[in-house]
Protein backbone atom coordinates (compact mmCIF):
# COMPACT_ATOMS: atom_id res chain seq x y z
CA UNK A 1 0.00 0.00 0.00
CA UNK A 2 1.15 3.34 -1.17
CA UNK A 3 2.47 5.43 1.92
CA UNK A 4 1.37 8.65 1.12
CA UNK A 5 0.79 11.66 -2.53
CA UNK A 6 2.53 14.66 -3.24
CA UNK A 7 0.01 17.51 -2.73
CA UNK A 8 -0.74 19.00 -6.82
CA UNK A 9 -3.34 21.17 -5.98
CA UNK A 10 -2.69 24.38 -5.60
CA UNK A 11 -0.01 27.06 -4.49
CA UNK A 12 -0.78 26.61 -0.68
CA UNK A 13 0.99 23.57 0.86
CA UNK A 14 -0.83 20.63 2.25
CA UNK A 15 0.33 21.68 5.75
CA UNK A 16 -0.59 24.90 5.70
CA UNK A 17 -4.15 24.18 4.48
CA UNK A 18 -4.55 21.55 7.05
CA UNK A 19 -3.12 23.28 10.46
CA UNK A 20 -5.84 26.34 9.82
CA UNK A 21 -8.57 26.75 12.11
CA UNK A 22 -11.18 23.78 10.67
CA UNK A 23 -15.12 23.80 10.94
CA UNK A 24 -16.23 20.24 11.58
CA UNK A 25 -16.94 18.19 8.19
CA UNK A 26 -18.28 15.52 7.36
CA UNK A 27 -16.63 13.24 4.61
CA UNK A 28 -18.85 10.77 2.89
CA UNK A 29 -17.75 7.54 1.80
CA UNK A 30 -20.13 5.06 -0.04
CA UNK A 31 -18.83 1.55 0.27
CA UNK A 32 -19.84 -1.64 -0.81
CA UNK A 33 -17.29 -4.79 0.03
CA UNK A 34 -14.33 -2.10 0.61
CA UNK A 35 -12.47 -3.63 4.10
CA UNK A 36 -9.13 -4.25 2.32
CA UNK A 37 -9.15 -0.78 1.49
CA UNK A 38 -10.67 0.76 4.83
CA UNK A 39 -7.90 1.47 6.83
CA UNK A 40 -5.19 3.19 4.37
CA UNK A 41 -8.59 5.13 3.85
CA UNK A 42 -10.01 5.94 7.30
CA UNK A 43 -6.62 6.49 8.64
CA UNK A 44 -6.37 9.09 6.07
CA UNK A 45 -9.15 11.02 7.35
CA UNK A 46 -7.61 14.95 8.57
CA UNK A 47 -7.85 15.34 12.21
CA UNK A 48 -11.43 17.02 13.38
CA UNK A 49 -13.27 15.47 10.58
CA UNK A 50 -15.85 12.87 10.49
CA UNK A 51 -15.76 9.83 8.43
CA UNK A 52 -18.97 9.02 7.26
CA UNK A 53 -19.07 5.27 6.14
CA UNK A 54 -22.46 4.36 4.15
CA UNK A 55 -22.09 1.08 3.75
CA UNK A 56 -24.34 -0.19 0.90
CA UNK A 57 -24.60 -4.02 1.19
CA UNK A 58 -21.09 -4.93 1.78
CA UNK A 59 -20.65 -9.05 2.98
CA UNK A 60 -16.93 -8.82 3.81
CA UNK A 61 -17.28 -6.94 7.40
CA UNK A 62 -16.26 -3.21 6.13
CA UNK A 63 -19.47 -1.52 8.05
CA UNK A 64 -18.42 -3.70 11.15
CA UNK A 65 -14.33 -2.55 10.39
CA UNK A 66 -15.19 1.21 9.61
CA UNK A 67 -17.00 1.36 13.39
CA UNK A 68 -14.53 -0.31 14.73
CA UNK A 69 -12.15 2.21 12.99
CA UNK A 70 -14.12 5.40 14.40
CA UNK A 71 -16.49 5.69 11.37
CA UNK A 72 -19.65 6.95 11.45
CA UNK A 73 -21.93 4.10 9.78
CA UNK A 74 -24.62 4.33 8.11
CA UNK A 75 -26.63 1.46 6.66
CA UNK A 76 -28.18 2.11 2.88
CA UNK A 77 -29.92 -1.43 1.74
CA UNK A 78 -31.01 0.13 -1.33
CA UNK A 79 -28.12 -0.58 -4.03
CA UNK A 80 -26.05 1.91 -5.77
CA UNK A 81 -23.46 4.99 -5.79
CA UNK A 82 -26.15 7.69 -6.08
CA UNK A 83 -28.26 6.09 -2.81
CA UNK A 84 -25.15 5.22 -1.13
CA UNK A 85 -24.11 9.37 -1.28
CA UNK A 86 -27.59 10.64 -0.92
CA UNK A 87 -27.97 8.44 2.55
CA UNK A 88 -24.55 10.55 3.20
CA UNK A 89 -25.31 13.56 2.86
CA UNK A 90 -28.85 13.32 4.86
CA UNK A 91 -26.50 11.92 7.56
CA UNK A 92 -24.09 14.77 7.74
CA UNK A 93 -24.62 17.43 10.03
CA UNK A 94 -21.47 19.51 9.49
CA UNK A 95 -21.51 22.82 7.12
CA UNK A 96 -19.25 21.02 4.80
CA UNK A 97 -19.38 17.90 2.96
CA UNK A 98 -16.50 16.15 1.23
CA UNK A 99 -17.47 13.13 -0.97
CA UNK A 100 -14.71 10.69 -2.03
CA UNK A 101 -13.99 6.56 -3.05
CA UNK A 102 -13.25 4.60 -0.79
CA UNK A 103 -11.28 1.86 -2.39
CA UNK A 104 -7.80 4.11 -1.68
CA UNK A 105 -7.72 5.21 -5.28
CA UNK A 106 -7.89 8.62 -3.76
CA UNK A 107 -6.37 10.20 -0.51
CA UNK A 108 -8.54 12.16 1.91
CA UNK A 109 -5.49 13.78 3.51
CA UNK A 110 -5.73 15.88 0.45
CA UNK A 111 -9.23 16.78 0.74
CA UNK A 112 -8.45 20.42 3.27
CA UNK A 113 -7.13 21.91 -0.12
CA UNK A 114 -9.75 21.08 -2.36
CA UNK A 115 -12.37 22.87 0.74
CA UNK A 116 -10.14 25.70 0.86
CA UNK A 117 -11.75 27.48 -1.60
CA UNK A 118 -15.02 26.92 -0.56
CA UNK A 119 -14.67 27.92 3.01
CA UNK A 120 -12.88 30.92 1.85
CA UNK A 121 -16.26 31.50 -0.67
CA UNK A 122 -13.91 31.56 -3.73
CA UNK A 123 -15.99 28.56 -4.72
CA UNK A 124 -19.22 26.26 -4.00
CA UNK A 125 -18.13 22.91 -5.14
CA UNK A 126 -14.42 21.86 -5.83
CA UNK A 127 -14.07 18.87 -7.61
CA UNK A 128 -10.45 16.73 -7.82
CA UNK A 129 -9.51 15.92 -11.67
CA UNK A 130 -7.97 12.46 -11.25
CA UNK A 131 -4.20 12.35 -12.71
CA UNK A 132 -3.11 8.62 -12.59
CA UNK A 133 -0.31 7.74 -10.80
CA UNK A 134 0.91 4.87 -13.03
CA UNK A 135 -0.15 3.15 -16.06
CA UNK A 136 -3.32 0.85 -15.47
CA UNK A 137 -4.53 3.12 -12.80
CA UNK A 138 -7.43 4.32 -15.25
CA UNK A 139 -8.14 1.81 -17.77
CA UNK A 140 -8.42 3.10 -21.04
CA UNK A 141 -12.03 2.24 -21.76
CA UNK A 142 -13.26 4.14 -18.46
CA UNK A 143 -10.94 7.45 -19.55
CA UNK A 144 -12.29 7.58 -22.94
CA UNK A 145 -16.35 7.34 -21.33
CA UNK A 146 -14.79 10.27 -19.15
CA UNK A 147 -13.58 12.29 -22.02
CA UNK A 148 -17.12 12.18 -23.80
CA UNK A 149 -19.19 12.51 -20.71
CA UNK A 150 -16.16 16.25 -19.90
CA UNK A 151 -17.49 16.66 -23.65
CA UNK A 152 -21.34 16.73 -22.96
CA UNK A 153 -21.12 18.65 -19.82
CA UNK A 154 -19.15 21.49 -21.59
CA UNK A 155 -22.05 21.13 -24.28
CA UNK A 156 -24.81 21.24 -21.60
CA UNK A 157 -23.62 23.78 -19.23
CA UNK A 158 -20.41 25.80 -20.61
CA UNK A 159 -18.34 24.19 -17.46
CA UNK A 160 -15.05 23.14 -19.19
CA UNK A 161 -14.11 20.13 -16.76
CA UNK A 162 -11.71 17.42 -17.86
CA UNK A 163 -13.10 14.95 -15.10
CA UNK A 164 -15.97 13.89 -13.35
CA UNK A 165 -13.80 13.10 -10.11
CA UNK A 166 -15.73 11.71 -7.11
CA UNK A 167 -13.31 13.55 -4.79
CA UNK A 168 -15.73 16.99 -4.39
CA UNK A 169 -16.37 19.24 -1.52
CA UNK A 170 -19.58 21.86 -0.92
CA UNK A 171 -21.75 23.12 1.31
CA UNK A 172 -23.96 20.51 2.70
CA UNK A 173 -27.25 23.40 2.79
CA UNK A 174 -26.51 23.76 -1.01
CA UNK A 175 -26.13 20.71 -1.69
CA UNK A 176 -29.23 19.77 -0.26
CA UNK A 177 -31.36 22.67 -1.83
CA UNK A 178 -29.90 20.94 -5.39
CA UNK A 179 -32.72 18.40 -4.17
CA UNK A 180 -30.02 15.44 -6.38
CA UNK A 181 -32.72 12.49 -7.08
CA UNK A 182 -30.52 10.15 -9.26
CA UNK A 183 -29.55 6.94 -6.84
CA UNK A 184 -27.43 5.01 -9.63
CA UNK A 185 -24.04 6.08 -11.12
CA UNK A 186 -25.59 9.64 -12.36
CA UNK A 187 -25.33 11.18 -9.07
CA UNK A 188 -22.08 12.61 -9.28
CA UNK A 189 -23.03 14.08 -12.80
CA UNK A 190 -26.04 15.56 -11.87
CA UNK A 191 -24.56 17.64 -9.14
CA UNK A 192 -22.65 19.11 -11.26
CA UNK A 193 -25.08 19.80 -13.73
CA UNK A 194 -27.67 21.09 -10.87
CA UNK A 195 -24.71 23.40 -9.37
CA UNK A 196 -23.80 24.38 -12.60
CA UNK A 197 -27.36 25.53 -13.24
CA UNK A 198 -28.01 26.81 -10.15
CA UNK A 199 -24.98 29.54 -11.07
CA UNK A 200 -22.47 27.95 -8.69
CA UNK A 201 -19.17 28.36 -8.63
CA UNK A 202 -17.04 24.94 -9.87
CA UNK A 203 -13.34 24.43 -9.78
CA UNK A 204 -11.60 21.38 -10.27
CA UNK A 205 -7.42 20.82 -9.08
CA UNK A 206 -5.76 17.71 -9.68
CA UNK A 207 -5.48 15.16 -7.08
CA UNK A 208 -2.99 11.85 -7.47
CA UNK A 209 -5.27 8.84 -9.24
CA UNK A 210 -4.00 5.59 -7.60
CA UNK A 211 -4.63 1.77 -8.74
CA UNK A 212 -8.10 1.04 -6.86
CA UNK A 213 -8.16 -1.74 -3.72
CA UNK A 214 -10.10 -4.83 -5.14
CA UNK A 215 -12.64 -4.67 -8.48
CA UNK A 216 -14.14 -1.79 -9.14
CA UNK A 217 -17.81 -2.23 -9.22
CA UNK A 218 -18.69 0.55 -12.00
CA UNK A 219 -15.64 0.97 -14.35
CA UNK A 220 -13.47 -1.62 -14.22
CA UNK A 221 -15.65 -3.31 -16.99
CA UNK A 222 -17.05 -2.20 -20.16
CA UNK A 223 -20.46 -3.12 -19.39
CA UNK A 224 -20.02 -1.27 -15.67
CA UNK A 225 -19.03 1.79 -17.42
CA UNK A 226 -21.60 1.62 -20.37
CA UNK A 227 -24.20 1.20 -17.18
CA UNK A 228 -23.27 4.15 -16.04
CA UNK A 229 -22.68 6.32 -18.98
CA UNK A 230 -26.38 5.19 -20.23
CA UNK A 231 -27.28 6.83 -16.30
CA UNK A 232 -25.27 9.76 -16.87
CA UNK A 233 -26.56 10.35 -20.18
CA UNK A 234 -30.02 10.26 -18.61
CA UNK A 235 -29.30 12.99 -16.41
CA UNK A 236 -28.02 15.17 -19.39
CA UNK A 237 -31.49 15.31 -20.76
CA UNK A 238 -32.51 17.52 -18.06
CA UNK A 239 -33.60 20.69 -19.26
CA UNK A 240 -31.08 23.54 -18.54
CA UNK A 241 -32.21 25.65 -15.47
CA UNK A 242 -29.44 28.63 -15.83
CA UNK A 243 -25.61 28.85 -16.62
CA UNK A 244 -23.22 28.47 -14.53
CA UNK A 245 -20.38 30.70 -13.51
CA UNK A 246 -16.64 29.55 -14.45
CA UNK A 247 -14.11 30.14 -12.16
CA UNK A 248 -11.02 29.38 -14.23
Not at 86 to 105: E, H, I, K, Q
Not at 188 to 211: K, S
Request: charged share 25%; with cysteine; glycine share 8%.
Amino acid sequence: MRSGAPSLISHRTLKDVTERQWPLVDVVLPCLDEAAALPWVLERIPSGWRAVVVDNGSTDGSAELAASLGAYVVDEPVRGFGAACAAGLRSATAPLVCFCDCDASLDPRLLPSLAQPVLDGEADLVLGRRRPTVRGAWPMHARLANRELARLIRRRTGLRLHDLGPMRVARREALLELDLTDRRSGYPLQMVVRAADAGWRVREFDVPYYPRTGPSKVTGTWRGTWHAVRDMRAVLGEPPRRPARVLR
